[in-house]
Each structure stands twice: as C-alpha cells, then as structure tokens.
T-cell receptor, first 113, second 112 residues
Framework: DTAVSQTPKYLVTQMGNDKSIKCEQNLGHDTMYWYKQDSKKFLKIMFSYNNKELIINETVPNRFSPKSPDKAHLNLHINSLELGDSAVYFC????????????FGQGTRLTVV | GENVEQHPSTLSVQEGDSAVIKCTYSDSASNYFPWYKQELGKRPQLIIDIRSNVGEKKDQRIAVTLNKTAKHFSLHITETQPEDSAVYFCAPSRWGYNKLIFGAGTRLAVHP
C-alpha cells in the first residue's frame, strides 16, 4: 500500500515543453511539499501546502506552478522547460499534529534535452 | 532565514568502524531533530529523531545526540556495514512546523 506516490517516475522532454508531475498521499496528512534534488544531492524545498493552501513558496521561477485540488494531492506543473530544470523532484507529506516526519514519494527524474 | 550545515560532506570508513555526522543549525526555536537516510536511487527515509527535551536517543547501531546550547546534533553509527552506505540528511525544525529545511547531506561510504 503506497503511502506517497508520484507519477511519472521518469520524464524525458525537450526544452520549451510544458509538463506535469502528479503526487498523491493516502496517509491523511495535512501538509504536502515539493523538493528539488540536484546532481549534488542537495534537497531544496520548493513549495509547501497545508490543507490546500500555499504556505511556502521559495525562490522558484514562475514557470513552476503547484496545484492542490484537495489535501491528498499536490501536482507540479512546469512551463517552458529549461536544461537547468533537469533534476529529481520529490513530493513529500507530513502532519502538523504528528510532528514533522516527512514521507517521500519515489521521486521523478526529469531530464530536459 | 534558517541556516543548516552538515559536516563532513563525505565520509569514508572501513566496515566495523564508527561514523559521526554533525549538524549545526541557527534557529534557536528548533525543537525537533531528525536524520534521514537516502540510499542510491531511493527516496529519503527517516531513520532516527529526537526532541529537545531529550539529550540522546539510541536505536540499535544508530544514535542521535543533541547539544541545544551549542545548537548542534549528531548522528552516530557504530559497527558500520556496507548497507549503511548512503547520503544522510539532517532537518532540524519546530515540531509541527510546515517547513523542512534539509542540510546539504553527508555521503557515507563503508568499505568492506
């Protein structure tokens, strides 16, 4: 039973294209995140949503737009993809009342060519 | 904003040796101190955590120690095994806070 699942696992696309990554959690958590992990393994927070509301929006280009249709889903849409967007994107979730342990999805390896 | 630093960035040990990774943070309101392990090609997963009312916590071969005054906490792995090879991240935060800032990671290599 997958706790945090994201699709697709791999995404190869050309510069300039628009793509989406989907994330769903079945843990009943109220907070969901998107992280970007570059080739040096640095995990950088991009967005944080609590109960469908945007809480954190780090210095991320406007080309990245998160959408949370409900508490269990947080999707990431990326417009006009650039070479520098190539990375592994992780979705994660946690629950405010149960501390801060984050449960991560399997990651989406995005390659822009 | 919060500043989180991990040292060392890479660590190479022989199987059976001990490994220690240190995490220093700047937010004095932090009261939750977890360590995550990320194996190659896998997702990060919590391996041990501690809250600020406790100075040390142990779980078999791994332990976390906290020095709240000095604002640092450490991960200790004893009797290291090849399967301990991974990248380890600290993520000090406030309990229940919607923001997890991770350290830059420490790549641990355990050689047989």
């Amino acid at each position: 039973d997958t706790a945090v699942s994201q699709t697709p696992k791999y995404l190869v696309t050309q510069m300039g294209n628009d793509k989406s990554i989907k994330c769903e959690q079945n843990l009943g958590h109220d907070t969901m995140y998107w992280y970007k992990q570059d080739s040096k393994k640095f995990l950088k927070i991009m967005f944080s949503y609590n109960n469908k509301e945007l809480i954190i929006n780090e210095t991320v280009p406007n080309r990245f737009s998160p959408k949370s249709p409900d508490k269990a889903h947080l999707n990431l849409h990326i417009n006009s993809l650039e070479l520098g967007d190539s990375a592994v994107y992780f979705c994660a979730s946690s629950h405010r009342d149960r501390g801060s342990e984050a449960f991560f999805g399997q990651g989406t390896r995005l390659t822009v060519v | 904003g919060e500043n989180v630093e991990q040292h060392p960035s890479t660590l190479s040990v022989q199987e059976g040796d001990s490994a220690v990774i240190k995490c220093t943070y700047s937010d004095s309101a932090s009261n939750y101190f977890p360590w995550y392990k990320q194996e190659l090609g896998k997702r990060p997963q919590l391996i041990i955590d501690i809250r600020s009312n406790v100075g040390e916590k142990k779980d078999q071969r791994i332990a976390v120690t906290l020095n709240k005054t000095a604002k640092h906490f450490s991960l200790h792995i004893t009797e290291t095994q090849p399967e301990d090879s991974a990248v380890y991240f600290c993520a000090p935060s406030r309990w229940g806070y919607n923001k997890l800032i991770f350290g830059a990671g420490t790549r641990l290599a355990v050689h047989p």
